[in-house]
C-alpha cells in the first residue's frame, strides 16, 4: 500500500490476556518507529528500528512490552497480560533512513487498544 | 530526560483569527524543528518544518517563528479556518537524531 497500515484498527480484550499489534511500514523505509497515545494526550516514544534491530528500546514502559522487526519491514509489538492502564491508541510510523531525526515520519491511523 | 513544552493545551479561534501555539525545546544538538497536525482518528502528519538557518518560514497560512537564543519555536496559522480545527504537536530529534520526542498537544478548534 501506499501508506503505513496498522492493524488491528480497534482491539478490546480482557485484563490479562496477551495482544499483538502488527505494522506494515511504507516499501523502503528502513526505519519504524512505535508511539503511544493515551486519551487527549501527547505522543509516548516507545521503541525505534533501524533495519531490524532495535538500537533505542528505551520508551518500553515495562518487561510487558517487547517488539520485533522481521525482514527490515513488518514489525509486531506485544503485550503481555495486559493491564487496564495499557489501553491507549498504538501508532507506528517509518521514514527513509534515521529520518526521524531530521526528516519525515509517517504514520498510521493506529490501533486503537481497550483493556477491560 | 528530554523535554519539548508546548502551550497553551487548547486553543479556540474565530474563523479568520490567528492561531499561535508555542513551543519550548531543550537539545540543541540537531537544528530540525517540525510540527506534525492530527485529525481525530488519524494519525499525525508532517505539517511544516524549520531548520534554523532562518529565523522563520512561512508555507500558505502557516508561519513557524524560531528564537534560538530562547530555545523556542512558534506555529503561526493566519486566517484560522473551520478545517484547521485538529491538535498541533510540536517536536525535536533526539540527542542521536533517530527519533522524535513530541511535546503534549496542542488541541485547537476554530469557531465558525
Known amino acids: 500500500g501506499a501508506g503505513v497500515s496498522q492493524s488491528p484498527s480497534n482491539k478490546v480484550t480482557e485484563k490479562g490476556k496477551d495482544v499483538e499489534l502488527r505494522c506494515d511500514p511504507i516499501?523502503?523505509?528502513?526505519?519504524l518507529y512505535w508511539y503511544r497515545q493515551s486519551l487527549g494526550q501527547g505522543l509516548e516514544f516507545l521503541i525505534y528500528?533501524?533495519?531490524?534491530?532495535?538500537?533505542?528500546k528505551s520508551g518500553l514502559p515495562s518487561d510487558r512490552f517487547s517488539a520485533e522487526r522481521t525482514g527490515g519491514s513488518v514489525s509486531t509489538l506485544t503485550i503481555q497480560r495486559t493491564q487496564q492502564e495499557d489501553s491507549a491508541v498504538y501508532l507506528c510510523?517509518?521514514?527513509f533512513g534515521a529520518g526521524g531525526g531530521t526528516g519525515e515520519l509517517f504514520f498510521g491511523e493506529g490501533s486503537r487498544l481497550t483493556v477491560l | 530526560q528530554q523535554q519539548v513544552k508546548q502551550s497553551p493545551q487548547s486553543l479556540i479561534v474565530q474563523k479568520g483569527g490567528i492561531s499561535i501555539i508555542n513551543c519550548a525545546y531543550e537539545?540543541?544538538?540537531?537544528?530540525?524543528f517540525p510540527w506534525y497536525q492530527q485529525f481525530p482518528g488519524k494519525g499525525p502528519a508532517l505539517l511544516i518544518a524549520?531548520?534554523?538557518?532562518?529565523s522563520e518560514k512561512k508555507e500558505g497560512r502557516f508561519t513557524i517563528s524560531f528564537n534560538k537564543s530562547a530555545k523556542q519555536f512558534s506555529l503561526h496559522i493566519m486566517d484560522s479556518q473551520p478545517g484547521d480545527s485538529a491538535t498541533y504537536f510540536c517536536?525535536?530529534?533526539?540527542?542521536?537524531?533517530?527519533?522524535?520526542?513530541f511535546g503534549g498537544g496542542t488541541r485547537l478548534m476554530v469557531k465558525p
Open positions: 510510523a517509518s521514514s
Open positions: 516499501s523502503g523505509h528502513t526505519a
Open positions: 528500528f533501524q533495519g531490524n534491530s532495535a538500537p533505542d
Open positions: 537539545n540543541t544538538a540537531f537544528d530540525y
Open positions: 524549520i531548520r534554523p538557518d532562518v
Open positions: 517536536a525535536e530529534p533526539d540527542n542521536a537524531g533517530n527519533m522524535l520526542t
